[in-house]
């Protein structure tokens, strides 16, 4: 279970961070082009 918690513990600023890059630019439901964009970007690289 330290495993866990530790592994998730080291990316936790990562991701808040991208959550608040998120929501700085909110779009509506179901039109979500540049959410869905930055997220295929960060997770393809």
């Known amino acids: 279970m330290s495993d866990i918690l530790?592994?998730?513990k080291s990316i936790e600023n990562y991701i808040i961070?991208?959550?608040r890059e998120l929501h700085k630019d909110a779009e509506i439901s179901g039109q979500e082009v540049k959410t869905q964009e930055k997220i295929?970007?960060?997770w393809t690289s």
């Open 6 to 8: 530790n592994a998730a």
């Open 17 to 19: 961070n991208f959550r």
């Open 40 to 42: 295929m970007k960060n």
